[in-house]
């Protein structure tokens, strides 16, 4: 079974060079990704919400269009390992699931997702063949729509420089930015902004 263009091996050769190893997690995203993509409208553009922070963005930036750094992946951490993608301008889409009533049949993977024993006791090998053998047949997926005004979406706007660090930043959030006004978890003693 495919996941996007890639083989199970090579779909676990990206994760580990992307993500820094071939985690269970990144690669039932993979399914996850496949499973809500082919639930879409042919040609709809989408963008893409993560339940969770944890490897799900990772597989939908692997996979599809939507990254982090284009906006078109948002993250609202509620712990769960579901994500959706939706039409960009309806809000229809599909979210993909974890559907833990589908998992007596792959304990390596119920022992894993349910943290019923901890890393150092899984067998990695036998995990990673019981997610390429259960591949999408452990998901579910519905149908949903999104709130869109509630995604909190909104344009950077106007710039300007800091009084204080000299940094630009959005001026619609005040005379100083967020940085100075104590949002970042520098400590002051060690890094101090200065006005250039």
């Known amino acids: 079974m495919h996941i996007g263009k890639y083989s199970f091996e090579d779909f676990c050769e990206a994760?580990?060079?992307?993500?820094?190893?071939?985690?269970?997690?990144?690669?039932?995203?993979?399914?996850?990704?496949?499973?809500?993509?082919?639930?879409?409208?042919?040609?709809?553009?989408?963008?893409?919400?993560?339940?969770?922070?944890?490897?799900?963005?990772?597989?939908?930036?692997?996979?599809?269009?939507?990254?982090?750094?284009?906006?078109?992946?948002?993250?609202?951490?509620?712990?769960?390992?579901?994500?959706?993608?939706?039409?960009?301008?309806?809000?229809?889409?599909?979210?993909?699931?974890?559907?833990?009533g589908k998992l007596s049949a792959w304990p390596q993977i119920r022992a894993w997702f349910m943290m019923e024993k901890p890393k150092s006791e899984q067998d990695g090998k036998q995990l990673l063949a019981e997610i390429c053998d259960a591949g999408r047949s452990i998901l579910g997926v519905v149908p949903v729509m999104i709130e869109l005004d509630r995604l909190g979406l909104k344009?950077?706007?106007?710039?300007?420089?800091?009084?204080?660090?000299?940094?630009?930043?959005?001026?619609s959030d005040g005379e100083v930015c967020g940085g100075c006004i104590g949002k970042l978890p520098y400590v002051k003693e060690v890094w101090a902004g200065t006005v250039g």
């Open 15 to 100: 994760v580990q060079r992307f993500h820094g190893s071939p985690a269970p997690g990144v690669l039932i995203g993979g399914y996850m990704v496949e499973l809500a993509r082919h639930s879409l409208p042919e040609g709809v553009l989408f963008e893409a919400l993560c339940e969770t922070r944890v490897c799900l963005p990772d597989a939908v930036q692997l996979l599809t269009p939507c990254t982090y750094g284009n906006g078109r992946v948002r993250v609202i951490h509620v712990g769960r390992f579901a994500l959706t993608l939706y039409d960009k301008t309806t809000g229809e889409g599909a979210r993909a699931f974890v559907d833990a």
């Open 155 to 171: 344009k950077i706007g106007p710039v300007m420089r800091c009084q204080v660090c000299g940094e630009t930043y959005p001026a």
